[in-house]
């Protein structure tokens, strides 16, 4: 877990986090053959993440079904934050499609644990195993360990994104001002005046008005 904790806080950007959560669960999870992070953003599942050539065919397979482990744990996070299938060549109830699907592509357990920041949810940690009863009940302790360590980095890794973006479009502004200040002889408060009100006008975020005045600065006033 301390080196778990190391390598993770390593990491430099929210993917880069992301990756490393999924490669460190199959390295330290014993029976683990592969495991992805899915998210589901509209009604739509998203992978994230994915350590083993299986993970984004289960995710895809999920999403366009509706239905699945994973896809309901990330579609549902006021309901279990854990699930676990021992065995899944056994009838699955629940999600009759999806277990037919999984059991042609070679799963034979599989669980899960939301993953969640700052009490909001994020996705779902989701670990597969070819073969049956791979996952016993004391691997929901190890995934609950694996993820705690995981949303701590991860929300350190959305701070760092965050802070860069808005250095980056700080930036970007402060070189559009001077730009129109000097072409057009404004001073500092018009200039950004002309950005935001053209921000607001077409609706377009003001960090990208910035970047379309940065890249025609070349072209002819």
């Not at 909001?120 to 670990?127: H, I, Q, R, W, Y």
């Amino acid at each position: 877990m301390a080196s778990l904790a190391r390598d993770l806080l390593a990491q430099d950007s929210v993917q880069g986090t992301l990756d490393e959560i999924a490669k460190s669960a199959v390295k330290l999870v014993e029976g683990c053959d592969a495991a992805g992070i899915l998210a589901v953003r509209k009604g739509r599942a998203v992978t994230l993440s994915s350590c083993g050539s299986i993970v984004e065919e289960s995710d895809r397979l999920q999403g366009e079904l509706g239905e699945g482990p994973c896809f309901d744990l990330a579609h549902r996070p006021d309901g279990e934050r854990v699930y676990r299938i021992a065995d899944m060549t056994r009838p699955q109830p629940a999600w009759p499609r999806f277990a037919t699907a999984a059991r042609e592509l070679g799963i034979g357990s599989m669980t899960g644990v939301l993953l969640y920041t700052h009490d909001e949810d994020f996705g779902a940690l989701n670990l597969y195993a070819h073969r049956p009863g791979a996952f016993g009940q004391e691997i929901e302790t190890a995934g609950w360990l694996l993820a705690s360590h995981a949303a701590v980095a991860l929300a350190d890794a959305r701070t760092i994104d965050q802070l860069e973006h808005a250095m980056e479009t700080r930036h970007a502004i402060g070189e559009a001002m001077g730009i129109l200040m000097e072409r057009h002889r404004m001073s500092e408060d018009d200039a950004f005046n002309v950005l935001r009100r053209i921000s607001q006008h077409h609706n377009i975020k003001l960090h990208d008005v910035a970047q379309r005045v940065r890249a025609e600065h070349t072209g002819p006033a």
